[in-house]
């Protein structure tokens, strides 16, 4: 068994991602890790370059600016990197995506556990959301619970955006024209974590990527410039323990602490995820997105 890792970055340093410590988190289960790494001003590929990794590999390339609408540049992004893979599984992470050395070995064995059933088409991640800081998680059906980040390599798959991936199906005929249609992976759930960072980084953090990332998101505000202004019932504790790798750059750009903002009006989706989580507690459902056909569980 092959796996492949696979990231895509650009102005890493500038924004805070803590894209150093994932790919390390990620490189016992992997054999090769392949980053595609945008042009950047912040010395991004320079510190990649000194992570002195055999195993990582580094796809120089440049945005597309005129691409605007829905994050599509970061599918392209993702697929750029994912078609330079060359292993049995490719391995997605983002640059504040994290993973815990104590499941690693539990990982590896899903994947090898995996690798010849037919009906497993790619692997789901429970997610950790942080919050404001790495004390406080968003929990709300709002913010997906399981992602797919592991899929077969042989598949014919497409990224819309960079957070999931769609399966070409078979050609059909219709009315005399060819025509193609996607459909969601079938997963095994790993009941794994991933520990998801991107909203614990400093607000400093937080404005420059606001700055530079809505762009992307024409139609509408993808990211917000600064925390608190979210429904207070979405946010919980964190009461576990954080990966070992993550200790320094927790110090050096984590956010210290945060505070709801006390003019914040419920929106009306907010309130719709307040009502839903009532019906998740009484009756044991789950309304979070999923981009994926669950057809396993992992036990291991």
Known sequence: MKVSGFSFIRDGVKLGYPFEESIRSALPVCDEFIVAVGASGDGTLERLRAMNEPKLRLVETTWNEQCRSHGFVYGQQKMIAQYNCTGDWAFYLEGDEVLHEDDLDSLRRAMAHYLNDEAVEALAFDYLHFY???????????????????????????????????????????GG????????????????????????????????????????????????EAYGDLDPEQVGPFEGRHPAIMTDWIAAHANPSFSFREDHRLTSRERKHRFNARLERWFGLDFSKRHFKLVRSWEG
Do not use: M
Request: hydrophobic share 30%.
């Open 132 to 174: 404001g800081d790495t004390r406080h998680l968003h929990r709300s059906s709002q913010a997906y619970r399981k992602a797919c980040r592991i899929i077969r390599n042989r598949l014919r798959s497409i990224a819309p955006d960079g957070l999931y991936w769609a399966v070409i199906k078979e050609k059909k005929w219709h």
């Open 177 to 224: 024209r060819n025509k193609r249609r996607t459909r969601y992976p079938r997963a095994a759930a790993l009941n794994l974590p991933i520990y998801h960072y991107g909203n614990a980084r400093h607000e400093r953090y937080v404005r420059a990527k606001a700055e530079t990332g809505n762009r992307y998101w024409s139609e509408k505000q993808a990211f917000r």
